[in-house]
């Protein structure tokens, strides 16, 4: 099982490979279950969480980036500009500037509303 912690939240992710599974987000302090992502995040290759916590920025092996609203669980836009991973994602203290690095050494920019 993968953990990713930010916050007072959990994500877990199960290990075992081509399983169609659902990722819970918990809140560490209360133990309560938040949300349930209808994703099981096996193609995860990097991710980043907005400054303010509520928006799961991950970098996909297909060359994908998805916007995830961690309050609601839901996915929130998939972006594909690229034929390669997503090996890094950096985002800007404001949230609004997300930089992307792919597995080709190419470099995107991307602006976030």
Not at 6 to 23: A, C, Q, T, V, Y
Request: net charge positive; glycine share 8%.
């Amino acid at each position: 099982m993968q953990r990713l912690v930010h916050r007072h939240r959990l994500l877990e992710r199960s290990s075992l490979p081509n399983i169609k599974s659902i990722s819970p987000t918990w809140n560490l302090q209360t133990g309560k279950l938040l949300h349930e992502f209808a994703d099981n995040f096996s193609s995860v290759e990097s991710f980043v969480i907005s400054p303010n916590g509520k928006i799961l920025i991950c970098g996909n092996y297909d060359g994908s980036i998805k916007l995830w609203n961690l309050e609601q669980g839901k996915l929130l836009h998939t972006s594909r500009n690229g034929s390669s991973s997503v090996l890094g994602l950096a985002l800007s203290p404001d949230g609004k500037t997300l930089a992307s690095s792919n597995e080709d050494s190419t470099i995107h920019i991307w602006q976030i509303n």
